[in-house]
């Protein structure tokens, strides 16, 4: 089975950025379609961003697009999403998933999942 962890979540103003990690074990983040999913509160998970093996190529929500990054550091088996400007509408549990096969944006179509990390963004 393919373990993921999310960390980085916490607490932040409105504006100010903030990153989260997804370090992978059993498996090469690198040849595995990676994405970035949040559930709010009230709210079912949602797609978030997504980013496709052996090249750089992206896919972002309307609501983060222009605001969030995803990216990858192979030597270190970890992925990442950067948040810039978050509001309060991004406060949400923040869930990695991958797979071995490019995949839709459907949280019901990946079958890895990590635990997610809780972000908070105050006014």
């Known amino acids: 089975q393919v373990h993921l962890v999310e960390s980085g979540g916490g607490e932040v103003q409105a504006g100010e950025s903030l990153s989260l990690t997804c370090t992978a074990s059993?498996?090469?983040?690198?040849?595995?379609?990676l994405a970035w999913f949040r559930r709010a509160p009230g709210k079912e998970r949602e797609f978030v961003a997504t980013?496709?093996?052996?090249?750089?190529?992206?896919y972002y929500a309307d609501p983060v697009l222009g605001r969030f990054t995803i990216s990858r550091d192979n030597a270190k088996n970890t992925a990442y999403l950067r948040m810039n400007n978050p509001q309060f509408e991004d406060t949400a549990v923040y869930y990695c998933?991958?797979?071995?096969?490019?995949?839709?944006?459907?949280?019901?179509?990946?079958?890895?999942w990590g635990q997610g990390t809780e972000v908070t963004v105050s006014s």
């Open positions: 059993e498996h090469s983040i690198s040849d595995w379609q």
């Open positions: 980013i496709y093996p052996w090249s750089e190529r992206t």
């Open positions: 998933a991958t797979s071995g096969k490019i995949t839709t944006r459907s949280p019901d179509s990946w079958p890895y």
